[in-house]
């Protein structure tokens, strides 16, 4: 049943339903993780405040683009290589950790976190056949 629903909503709608969801889920994590940082950093009132928005809004915009990303490049790829297996999965997850770690601009951090992503990716997709 799943697999004649990916193949029938296109890959722009996937992608944005994950990056909604998943952006949803780093907004979460930045409100539960900032009120923890800036007591760490010492930041009370006003400061307090600004660091815990800025911290949902990065993890929200991070989340956000690696669900995206993995969507719908595992959507694509599923779709031109015409299987739906953990090759996809694979793909997807390189190509998103990439996307993710370029902001790093180390080609180290750029390999590993693709080479983790990428691994993590193959066992999702290699989990749903099981």
Request: charged content about 20%.
């Amino acid at each position: 049943m799943e697999e004649d629903l990916e193949s029938d909503v296109p890959c722009a709608s996937i992608a944005v339903d994950s990056l909604i969801r998943v952006a949803t889920a780093g907004v979460i994590w930045g409100l539960c993780s900032g009120p923890h940082d800036a007591t760490k950093q010492g930041l009370t009132g006003r400061h307090h405040a600004s660091f815990v928005v800025k911290s949902m809004g990065k993890y929200g915009v991070q989340c956000g683009l690696l669900g995206g990303v993995f969507s719908f490049t595992r959507c694509g790829v599923q779709r031109l290589r015409g299987k739906s297996d953990w090759v996809n999965g694979c793909i997807a997850g390189a190509i998103a950790g990439a996307a993710v770690a370029v902001r790093t601009r180390s080609w180290k951090e750029v390999i590993s976190v693709a080479a983790m992503l990428s691994t993590v990716g193959a066992a999702a997709d290699l989990s749903r056949t099981i």
